[in-house]
């Protein structure tokens, strides 16, 4: 099992700033894929970061460009830098952690940690 603990969220106004960090503990053998993922109100689950352990990054057309993802393989944290924040970004951020295994791969979510962006 794999815990992740996220921190960071918070109440900043629009063109603002924050920093979320996420530390994976237990058994983190074998984590590959680590990101971030939000959700708001109303909607689903949508992709906002992903990194690879070779350091490859995927983003989510809507961020890029504000939004920088970054990881620390021997400290297993992941963070997400979010610059000129908008309203729209509000949402609660969930911390994403694959781990490889003999059969395949197992998906491991964060808590979340709200984000809310004022206009």
């Known amino acids: 099992q794999v815990q992740l603990v996220e921190s960071g969220g918070g109440l900043v106004q629009a063109g603002g700033s924050l920093r979320l960090s996420c530390a994976a503990s237990?058994?983190?053998?074998?984590?590959?894929?680590m990101g971030w993922y939000r959700q708001a109100p109303g909607k689903q689950r949508e992709l906002v970061a992903l990194?690879?352990?070779?350091?490859?990054?995927n983003y989510a057309d809507s961020v890029k460009g504000r939004f920088t993802v970054s990881r620390d393989n021997a400290e297993n944290t992941v963070s997400l830098q979010m610059n000129s924040l908008k309203p729209e970004d509000t949402a609660v951020y969930y911390c994403?952690?694959?781990?490889?295994?003999?059969?395949?791969?197992?998906?491991?979510w964060g808590q979340g940690t709200q984000v809310a962006v004022s206009s």
């Open positions: 994403h952690v694959r781990i490889r295994t003999i059969t395949g791969e197992t998906v491991y």
């Open positions: 237990g058994n983190r053998f074998g984590i590959s894929v």
């Open positions: 990194i690879s352990t070779t350091g490859s990054t």
